[in-house]
């Protein structure tokens, strides 16, 4: 499952390969047969945004995995949940945030347009500083253009989170925000997304519960996976609908790769890295490519250059080596730096806490005395 994250990480990035053939916001004429490895990647290269709904679908299963119990029965509070999301979502988005409002200001000052996201005003620096950049119909894209889906996971863990303090009434409206999803106007498409694909995400992981209950790991993992590659084969013959996709394939792909892990786990703990580095892949990725054009632009090549083979490779090596090299030396860093702050500074209310309690069971002490036979005072 953190394989699937850093593969989901990776089709968005090839499928905004395209970034480099714009002229400001508008994609230009550049043929997508001509983009890099195009017979191999041809599926990423026309659909690769469905990785957003992929990460969707994941972070709605492993949140109900780990998170859904814990909070009902206030295991874990609310604030220590925020927190712990906050510190790792928040600390690289706010560097990538500040990276990408420094690189659009060189790149318009050479090219009189920014580089593909346009709506970079006040407004909506705003937004992103606060990770709601999606929470609002908008007509464009802002800034790190990729941070929308992740505002979206931060709507999701809010309505989750609240949604699990009803106790058992949570499934209903779990349900409930399902149904919203479909319900929502098309402008308001990016919170319909989540809403959708992330609590379809939960209801799967409640389904792979249940079965697991039913039969066998063995036997759970066998039927998984035959309806997951039943599925992926049906579109891949015959094509699918969104729907089909997002909300049948996507949750059986999950399914079935936690059922083989309930088989053999730790198998394919080699592959962890790649979850590990998904995050920085996903928004590291754009910084990178408008330094990138940079570059071109001041050597003098034009964008035709970004359809070779070698400058894709070279591209993801360093993309995928510095977004490792970010997860180890600054994402974890700010991440337990926060998370001590936090635990600190609730040790420091609970040592406060113990102390004014002490203190007014000392004041509620009323000190008896007695009077002895040969007329000492005995306080006790």
Known sequence: ?????????????IWHWQHFFFVGGVPSAVPMTNQPFYPILFAFYHFGYYGVEMFFCLSGFVFFWLFSTKITKRAINLSQFAVDRFSRLYPLHFVTFLMVAGLQYFYISNHRVLFVYQANDVYHAVLNLLLM?????????????????????????????????????KYVIFAGFIIVGFLLPGEWHKV?????????????YLALSALLRLMSAHRTAGLLCGLCLGAWSWI??????????????????VMALAALNAVWP????????????SYAIYLLHVPFQITLAMIADGL????EIFQSRAIFLLFFSVLVAASLLCHHYFETWAKNGIRMRYAKAVAAKLRIADRDHFKRHIEDVRPVTATSTNGAVRVD
Do not use: H, Q
């Open 1 to 13: 499952m953190d394989a699937l994250r850093g593969f989901a990480a990776l089709s968005v990035l």
């Open 133 to 169: 950049p999606a929470w609002f119909p908008e007509p464009g894209w802002s800034f790190n253009g990729p941070i929308w889906s992740v505002s979206i996971e931060v709507l999701m863990y809010a309505l989750f989170a609240a949604a699990c303090l009803t106790g058992r009434l």
């Open 266 to 277: 730790d198998r394919f703990r080699s592959l962890k890295w790649l979850g590990d580095s």
């Open 236 to 253: 891949i013959i015959y094509g699918a609908g969104v729907l089909f996709v997002t909300c049948i394939t996507f949750p059986l792909t």
């Open 300 to 303: 003098g090549y034009t964008r």
């Open 192 to 204: 319909a997304k989540g809403l959708k694909l992330f609590f379809v995400g939960g209801f799967a």
